[in-house]
């Protein structure tokens, strides 16, 4: 039995991940356009009609973009729990009723041997939710757009085989950059997102025997840069002795060019 996934996009601009098993496939968010959105598929030599449906973060734009667009064009089932559906209304277009599924947070869903788990972040948005995938003893995480890590979460989220983990931006470069001060303060606060230290401290407090890459995700195109993550999340875990490299690989994420279609 294996799972599949790609990273489509990821960053203040557009996000989308796919996860398949041998029988179902899945899209976590629409942040681009329609006809992006099928470039990225391209990419991956996947195609948005044989998807099983498109699973919803949360209601910001670069989370939902293309979602009524897909749904109309592709009739695909959309998931999203309540309190997201309503605060989608008049972002995303009609959608029709018979496509429009609730997935309530902290609940679990399952599409023949493949299992989604939602839990909830701590983000500024009506409710939002992240997804784990369990497809035989093989766990996937993903979780980006939270100000921290709860002990909730990381309880729920422990010892996956792969995370796609948000690493938003640097401390000191979001203090300098030219961003209002409430944009910054909504940045750090407990619902804005993580930076690239706390992710790690976090990373390190979830990531078990069984975790094995670690893709940095959700990047500040204004308050980080790649290596500069991937400096800062090496740095911390290997303060804590996780070396990366040997125990842990981490992968970058693009918010234009989809991760290489593996397996897990």
């Not at 064009?73 to 959309?78: E, M, S, T």
């Not at 983000?123 to 993903?142: N, Q, S």
């Not at 893709?215 to 990366?244: C, F, P, W």
């Amino acid at each position: 039995m294996t799972m599949h996934f790609s990273v489509l996009a990821s960053g203040s601009t557009g996000n989308a991940i796919f996860v398949e098993s041998e029988e179902h496939s899945f899209l976590v968010d629409a942040g681009l356009s329609g006809k992006q959105m099928e470039g990225l598929f391209s990419q991956i030599d996947r195609k948005i009609e044989d998807l099983s449906g498109i699973l919803v973060t949360h209601e910001h734009s670069d989370h939902i973009k293309g979602i009524g667009v897909l749904a109309r064009k592709y009739k695909l089932p959309i998931y999203a729990n309540d309190k997201t559906w309503n605060a989608m209304d008049g972002l995303v277009g009609k959608i029709d009723t018979e496509q429009k599924f609730s997935f309530d947070m902290e609940t679990s869903k399952h599409f023949g041997g493949l299992s989604i788990e939602s839990f909830g972040v701590s983000h500024d948005a009506a409710e939002p939710m992240f997804y784990i995938f369990h497809h035989g003893d093989k766990k996937l995480v993903l979780v980006t757009d939270t100000g921290y890590v709860s002990d909730r979460m990381k309880g729920i989220i422990s010892n996956a085989d792969a995370y796609v983990f948000e690493s938003n931006h640097d401390v000191g470069m979001l203090r300098m950059c030219r961003y209002p001060w409430n944009i910054k303060r909504r940045i750090l606060s407990d619902y804005g997102h993580v930076s690239n230290e706390d992710a790690a401290i976090a990373m390190s407090e979830v990531m078990g025997e069984n975790t094995k890459g670690i893709y940095l995700a959700h990047l500040s195109l204004d308050n980080n840069m790649k290596d500069l993550a991937r400096m800062s999340v090496t740095q911390t875990l290997e303060s804590k002795g996780i070396m990366v490299g040997e125990q842990i690989d981490l992968f970058d994420t693009d918010p234009k060019v989809p991760t290489p279609l593996v397996a897990i």
